[in-house]
T-cell receptor
Framework: ELKVEQNPLFLSMQEGKNYTIYCNYSTTSDRLYWYRQDPGKSLESLFV?????AVKQEGRLMASLDTKARLSTLHITAAVHDLSATYFCAVDAPNNNAGNMLTFGGGTRLMVKP | DGGITQSPKYLFRKEGQNVTLSCEQNLNHDAMYWYRQDPGQGLRLIYYSQIVNDFQKGDIAEGYSVSREKKESFPLTVTSAQKNPTAFYLC????????????FGPGTRLTVT
């Protein structure tokens, strides 16, 4: 059974600071997704990482994937209040040709303080 | 505009009643999914469908049922057998069931009392 663990679960940080969220997973996969969720809202796709060594950047967020270590990171640079949200990673696990099944981490709730 | 719609946004039911949540997409996606999210938790897969007239159980299918009679529609019924149905339900779709990212609808918040 695939397990996906994120840490930290909760992160409070000051504006302007840098920090990294980690996503570890337990089985072989080379497809990983990062989503953002605002309170009471749906999930918004942030990054799609499809191979070992993949790195994607959008604004103050940068995501990377190391499939050998089974680790993805989401790095926040010079945080601003608008980045406050919950961030989820999701790992794509092949399921005996039954299709694309995502297993989600528990989420990291980020709060950026002025 | 292309997208995924879920209705209603909020739904209230009495215990013991079945309730059906709607999910429609006009993205021409083959695959559709239903997830459940409890407060402060990640998403868990209830059912998914890769093609019309076919669907598979996810990790927590007990107490739920689905149908896929049309490509655009994937309704979820929460039956009275579901012991703790109060949750946020999210529908998603992807181009196919194997290689593409999933796009999510706005969700339905179900409260059962």
């Amino acid at each position: 059974e695939l397990k996906v663990e994120q840490n930290p679960l909760f992160l409070s940080m000051q504006e302007g600071k840098n920090y990294t969220i980690y996503c570890n997973y337990s089985t072989t996969s080379d497809r990983l997704y990062w989503y953002r969720q605002d309170p009471g809202k749906s999930l918004e796709s942030l990054f799609v990482l499809l191979s070992n060594g993949a790195v994607k950047q959008e604004g103050r967020l940068m995501a990377s994937l190391d499939t050998k270590a089974r680790l993805s990171t989401l790095h926040i640079t010079a945080a601003v209040h608008d980045l406050s949200a919950t961030y989820f990673c999701a790992v794509d696990a092949p399921n005996n040709n039954a299709g694309n099944m995502l297993t989600f981490g528990g989420g990291t709730r980020l709060m950026v303080k002025p | 505009d292309g997208g995924i719609t879920q209705s209603p946004k909020y739904l209230f039911r009495k215990e013991g009643q079945n309730v059906t949540l709607s999910c429609e997409q006009n993205l021409n996606h083959d695959a559709m999914y239903w997830y459940r999210q409890d407060p402060g938790q990640g998403l868990r897969l209830i059912y998914y469908s890769q093609i019309v007239n076919d669907f598979q159980k996810g990790d927590i299918a007990e107490g739920y049922s689905v149908s896929r009679e049309k490509k655009e529609s994937f309704p979820l019924t929460v039956t009275s057998a579901q012991k703790n149905p109060t949750a946020f339900y999210l529908c998603a779709s992807s181009i196919d069931g194997f290689t593409y990212e999933q796009y999510f609808g706005p969700g339905t918040r179900l409260t059962v009392t």
